[in-house]
């Protein structure tokens, strides 16, 4: 029990509270106006254009802290209260998004190597439990070590998530700096939301390296 306690319901707490926080600090901020009057668009739009991307297009996404930015097609995508807002949080999210573009265009190998997991990812992450509990049920143990060996890609990719996001954001950061969109004051703010955000990455590796753990316990018991 105290194992399942500790891959799961540990985890769990701790991903929900990364994600109350990363909610509250979005909407506290997003009602304080950014005292350059931009949009969170129009601060992608700048940052893109000062680094030479400007065939990089900026669309508005549906949704709640949808924003993300998309390597396939190269292009940034902003839930509408970032697109429209005018606020600190809009600057702080729609700087940290354009911040994948900027590791895109340099060839960061954090963000080429997760890129290149993704496929294997995908298709890990829709397979790994058929094999898991054919496994269980079929008594068959190496359909179980590939189960496993499925969720450890899942893994790695949430643990190369980690630096591809503080990157991204310690790029934000520079480039809110170096072109004067964000002064002393603000400064906080924008930190505090693009912090809160990486918690829930931070969480969400935690939990899966947990679980990872437990399978691996449990199978050698067996």
């Known amino acids: 029990m105290s194992a399942f306690l500790l891959a799961f319901l540990v985890p769990m707490a701790i991903g929900l509270w990364a994600q109350h926080r990363v909610k509250s600090t979005f909407a506290k901020n997003l009602e304080v106006p950014a005292s350059h009057g931009m949009s969170g668009a129009e601060v992608a739009r700048r940052i893109l254009d000062s680094n030479g991307l400007h065939e990089v297009p900026i669309e508005e996404t549906p949704g709640t802290l949808s924003d993300h930015y998309d390597p396939r097609s190269r292009s940034v995508h902003l839930s509408p209260e970032v697109y429209h807002g005018r606020s600190i949080s809009s600057t702080a999210v729609g700087s940290h998004e354009v911040g994948h ?4 265009a340099a060839s960061y190998s954090f963000f080429q190597f997760r890129s290149a997991l993704w496929p ?4 890990a992450s829709n397979i790994w439990m058929l094999f898991l509990f054919g496994g269980i049920f079929l008594n068959i143990l190496g359909f179980i070590y590939v189960a496993i060996g499925l969720y450890a890609i899942a893994v790695l990719f949430q643990i190369v998530t980690l630096p ?3 990157d991204a954001s310690r790029r934000a950061k520079r480039q809110l700096g170096d072109l004067g969109l964000v002064g002393s004051s603000e400064a906080g703010g924008v ?4 912090t809160a955000a990486a918690w829930t ?3 969400g590796a935690l939990a899966a390296i947990a679980m990872l753990l437990y399978y691996l316990s449990l199978l050698s018991n067996r």
């Open 120 to 123: 294997a990812v995908s298709f």
């Open 101 to 104: 573009a900027l590791q895109h």
């Open 191 to 194: 930190g505090s939301v693009l």
């Open 201 to 203: 990455y931070v969480a």
């Open 164 to 166: 591809v996001e503080f």
